[in-house]
T-cell receptor, first 109, second 115 residues
Framework: AQRVTQPEKLLSVFKGAPVELKCNYSYSGSPELFWYVQYSRQRLQLLLRHISRESIKGFTADLNKGETSFHLKKPFAQEEDSAMYYCALSGDNFNKFYFGSGTKLNVKP | NAGVTQTPKFRVLKTGQSMTLLCAQDMNHEYMYWYRQDPGMGLRLIHYSVGEGTTAKGEVPDGYNVSRLKKQNFLLGLESAAPSQTSVYFC??????????????FGPGTRLTVT
């Protein structure tokens, strides 16, 4: 069955420190992975998708099929990065998405 | 563009009452989705639609019904509300053109409490 696991509910780092938000998935086919972000009092929005191999707001994520992971990384965290982050998976049927339980990132000054 | 809007923003129901949540999008998107978000569980897909007049079940469809009579609207109905349906409900939409996978655009959410 499809499953997305985000093991950390809360991650606190100091400004300027590196940050890594973990995401592991379970899927038998070829998955498409995403990171969505929800800033305070804003809507959930797409941060990045693995197929684009892009860097958004300094964040990157690499799909590791061997470890079934899609961890989100940023070398130097900023206070404005504080938000709720969700990892999501879409399978061969692009109609359905599966979300992880989310990680709250708190960047301290 | 308003994007994805949801009505109402908040609602309190008593057990057994019924209600309909309305989702509207003005982006001419083909796909629409209803999710529920519960503490510690992330977003779970209730129902989705790939086009006007079509609906399909997601992960947690029991106790809900949906309709997509118009392309821009996706309605979520609770026929007999139960306390277990207390949650925050999110609607989303996405296009079906170009290279998949398709980004989802989310509404602001509806906070529903069933007492």
């Amino acid at each position: 069955a499809q499953r997305v696991t985000q093991p950390e509910k809360l991650l606190s780092v100091f400004k300027g420190a590196p940050v890594e938000l973990k995401c592991n998935y379970s899927y038998s086919g070829s998955p498409e992975l995403f990171w969505y972000v929800q800033y305070s009092r804003q809507r959930l929005q797409l941060l990045l998708r693995h197929i684009s191999r892009e860097s958004i707001k300094g964040f990157t994520a690499d799909l590791n099929k061997g470890e079934t992971s899609f961890h989100l990384k940023k070398p130097f965290a900023q206070e404005e990065d504080s938000a709720m982050y969700y990892c999501a998976l879409s399978g061969d049927n692009f109609n359905k998405f599966y979300f992880g339980s989310g990680t709250k990132l708190n960047v301290k000054p | 563009n308003a994007g994805v809007t949801q009505t109402p923003k908040f609602r309190v129901l008593k057990t057994g009452q019924s209600m309909t949540l309305l989702c509207a999008q003005d982006m001419n998107h083909e796909y629409m989705y209803w999710y529920r978000q519960d503490p510690g569980m992330g977003l779970r897909l209730i129902h989705y639609s790939v086009g006007e007049g079509t609906t399909a079940k997601g992960e947690v469809p029991d106790g809900y019904n949906v309709s997509r009579l118009k392309k821009q609207n996706f309605l979520l109905g609770l026929e007999s509300a139960a306390p277990s349906q207390t949650s925050v409900y999110f609607c989303a939409s996405s296009r079906r053109t170009g290279q998949p996978p398709y980004e989802q655009y989310f509404g602001p959410g509806t906070r529903l409490t069933v007492t």
